[in-house]
């Protein structure tokens, strides 16, 4: 079938956009594009709720268990019954009465404030270190201070923030079919505004388009005006002067300069005024702790952290006695601006682009019905302050990758070290340096926490549901009517392990929406039986779906690393092509699972796992097994010289459960792990548990392959060498082998960059400085083509063919 796909002229393919396309749809689905409404019902696993360890006292606060009923609300549905008046003309009128009467508070003599703040005036009079001293006239450096600030922040102007919201209220309703929020989650963060404690939200950051939809969002929830911290990159010179105006906050390229500058001491002072000016006027944050899609570097982003560590050292000062943190994450079907390569995502929007960008989304969304939907989560606010006090008892000791897997990977030896493993991409910028080491730990791993709060509580879309069931489970193609019982499938699947899904409906039309808005990367073939056929288009297109089907991963992610380490635990034992019968005899006892897991563990990015700082490796061992063992591929089976279960005779307490005082109640016998090499376990038998572990296995194999074939380039790359250079090659290298094999879903450069990285903290790269940057090399360990084949076959003991 792929074969015949290959051959087809491109116009056919492109025939498939046509009303025949939508007739073939409707006569073999039964319904009408236009009856698609993908919204329906309310109830859904309520997700959101903040760290219990770190938090426990806010985990109790703003939550009561009546607010998980309230259902969902659609922000962009403004009727007549949202405004003051009723008629006729008001229901024509609605969107423009509605942007009139929304409270937009008065910002006051903020300016004044700023320059009269401490810090400011230290600078200003010399007493700072590397202030401006008295050999600089007073007002220059006033006019400098006035300078810098109107670069971060313009006095919002409440009639262009009004005159926004009628044309953004408009320009999304042609977008968008909905915008769904959870009343239960917006009645939370309310709650959290009655302490009368500043609101810092944290979110991700899929699109460009977050930081104009989450303000228009809290606006019309009567939480006022929210400024946001934008990327100075990404906007153009007047495309940043509209943002300042409506809110918008920048950092001044001079905050990054080296401590000892005087520029960067005065920029870096007017920072911290604004900052603690903001939040003792109560106004709220919104603070993007994720890098854009498409953009090179780690998923963290370092202008994230280093607004949060602002927020957090007007905290720790007294400047305000607390701050409620809101975890915040947006999703759609399809992200609006998605790039199309990583020279368009490098290239700042402008204000005339981004003009042309909306009509040309305008232009799509006429007379058709593929507009997208989103949802935006708002997860339990949590006091900062008790982060603070809680989360430094959670802090230990770690180990970098090349300590805990390089003496493994070589065979020098097979144990892993009992430590965590500490790997941090995001580099620290000026306003980080001036925090102690502590404090930068702190903000790092605070944003490391809320961003895999924000990633677990994020709602999964149709499209990503559908790429994952097209890439992973059937990429020679599926009927439709098969294809209904498995979306329906995936669907309970993701329900019943307590993540949310963005949609509701009828199956039907849930489908039908859906391949429409993959219509691109999917092809619908007519068979004589009067059946459906979907086939995922071959060639590139993959990419795209492999990068929808990444949004699922959170969802199934202790499943996949189970299997993907069961999988390399029998790969020295049977073959993997044998029966599934034959590898359900292997008896796989808890030890060698730990150890397998942990090995995986420790390979895979931190930036993919975000797990949570107080959450220990050995912990998320245990939860992965205990999935395995829930969803069915894992039955328990006790070894024939072992103790049988049902034996309560008295067993011995290991040495270190001896001797403990009688009020001591931080461990028990449950925590003696000497035992775990008597549990055994097995693959199940059930008849779904061989198509079930291999999808659990496909879901991390995009990362794994590239991983795979990074370990392979080794011999074939061309070193020393810059890490742009490099990345390019490696790149290159996973495009002509994708040309060779087929597998076009770990062509991605982020697979390269982070295939890269975690080579470089491995040991197997090291980075040397030089004139013209840091540059690349083979370290003398792995020069040798034995070496790079050992870390080829640890890599691959993990991928299921």
């Known amino acids: 079938m792929a074969t015949m796909l290959e051959d087809r002229p491109q116009t056919q393919l492109r025939s498939s956009h046509d009303g025949r396309e939508t007739r073939l749809w409707s006569s073999g689905i039964g319904m009408k594009l236009e009856v698609v409404t993908p919204f329906l019902g309310k109830y859904r696993p309520f997700v959101g709720r903040c760290c219990q360890t770190c938090t426990p006292k806010s985990w109790e606060s703003v939550f009561h268990r009546s607010i998980m009923d309230l259902g969902f609300c659609n922000v962009i549905l403004v009727k007549e019954e949202n405004t003051r008046f009723r008629g006729w003309l008001v229901r024509r009128l609605c969107y423009f009465l509605w942007s009139l009467e929304q409270h937009i508070p008065p910002c006051r003599d903020a300016p004044q404030k700023i320059i009269e703040n401490s810090r400011v005036q230290n600078v200003l009079s010399g007493r700072a270190p590397g202030g401006a001293g008295e ?9 400098e201070v006035q ?10 102007r409440p009639l262009l923030l009004r005159l926004f919201s009628w044309v953004l209220l408009r320009f999304l309703n042609c977008l968008f079919l909905n915008v769904q929020l959870h009343k239960g989650q917006m009645k939370m963060v309310h709650k959290a505004t009655q302490a009368g404690w500043p609101l810092v939200l944290l979110s991700t950051h899929k699109s460009l388009l977050d930081g104009i939809l989450l303000p228009f969002v809290l606006l019309s929830q009567g939480l006022g005006v929210l400024r946001v911290a934008w990327e100075p990159r990404t906007c153009s010179p007047a495309l940043r002067v509209l943002l300042r105006k409506l809110g918008g906050l920048f950092l001044p390229p001079e905050a990054n300069l080296s401590l000892d500058s005087s520029e960067g001491v005065l920029a870096r002072a007017v920072v911290h005024a604004v900052m603690e000016q903001l939040l003792v006027s109560g106004q709220p944050l919104l603070i993007f702790l994720e890098e854009l899609p498409g953009a090179s570097g780690p998923r963290l982003s370092a202008l994230g952290q280093a607004w949060l560590g602002l927020v957090v050292q007007a905290v720790q000062m007294g400047i305000v006695p607390d701050a409620m943190l809101v975890p915040v994450a947006v999703t759609y079907d399809l992200v609006p601006d998605a790039p199309c390569d990583r020279h368009h995502a490098s290239v700042p929007l402008g204000l005339w682009t981004g003009a042309l960008a909306v009509l040309r989304n305008l232009h799509s969304c006429w007379g058709c019905n593929r507009r997208i939907c989103a949802r935006v989560l708002l997860a339990q606010p949590f006091s ?48 980080l340096l001036d925090l102690k080491e502590e404090d930068q730990l702190l903000v790092r791993r605070l944003s490391r926490h809320v961003l895999s709060a924000s990633v677990a509580s994020s709602s999964v879309m149709s499209t990503a549901i559908m ?12 009927f439709l009517s098969q294809l209904l019982g498995e979306f329906s499938w995936l669907t309970e699947e993701i329900l019943l392990r307590s993540f949310d899904v963005g949609f509701s409906g009828q199956l039907r039309g849930l489908v039908q929406h859906t391949l429409s808005l993959l219509r691109a990367h999917v092809v619908l073939l007519r068979v004589h039986w009067g059946d459906l056929l979907v086939v995922p288009r071959p060639g590139p297109g993959l990419m795209r779906l492999a990068h929808l089907s990444a949004e699922l991963l959170p969802a199934f992610l202790s499943e996949a690393v189970g299997a993907c380490a069961v999988r390399g635990l029998l790969a020295g034992r049977v073959s993997p092509e044998g029966p599934w019968e034959l590898q359900g005899i292997e008896l796989l006892s808890q030890n060698e699972l730990y150890h397998q897991i942990l090995l995986l563990l420790h390979l895979l990015p931190q930036d993919l796992l975000l797990l949570q700082p107080c ?7 245990q939860e992965v097994l205990d999935r395995l063992i829930q969803c069915g591929l894992l039955v328990a089976e006790e070894a024939p010289s072992f103790r049988l279960a049902c034996d309560t005779g008295r067993r011995c307490l290991s040495a270190k459960l001896l001797w403990k005082p009688s009020g001591d109640f931080t461990d028990s016998d449950s925590d003696d792990f000497e035992d775990a090499e008597g549990r055994y376990f097995r693959l199940s038998q059930q008849s779904h548990c061989p198509d079930f572990f291999l999808f659990l296995c496909r879901l991390l194999s995009p990362l794994l392959k590239a991983f795979a074939q990074a370990a392979a380039f080794l011999h074939q790359g061309q070193l020393p060498d810059t890490e742009l250079g490099y990345t390019e090659q490696l790149f290159q290298f996973l495009q002509s082998t994708a040309q060779e094999e087929g597998i076009f879903e770990c062509v991605d450069p982020d697979l390269a960059i982070s295939a890269i990285w975690t080579f470089r903290d491995l040991g197997v790269l090291q980075q040397t400085p030089s004139p013209a940057g840091p540059r690349l090399h083979l370290s003398p360990t792995f020069a040798s083509r034995d070496n790079q084949e050992k870390l080829e076959q640890f890599i691959r003991q993990f991928i299921c063919s």
């Open 135 to 143: 050999g600089q006239a007073h007002n220059l450096v006033k006019k």
């Open 147 to 156: 300078r810098i600030l109107g670069h971060i922040q313009a006095p919002p």
């Open 384 to 431: 900062l302050q008790e982060y603070i006090i809680n989360a430094r008892s959670c802090w230990d000791n770690r180990q970098t990758l090349e300590q805990l897997l390089q003496p493994i990977v070589l065979g020098q030896c097979t144990a892993v070290p009992d430590t965590e493993k500490e790997q941090e991409w995001t580099p620290i910028t000026g306003l």
């Open 467 to 478: 790429a994952t069931l097209l890439l992973f489970k059937h990429r020679k193609g599926v």
């Open 615 to 621: 959450q220990s490796s050995y912990c998320y061992c």
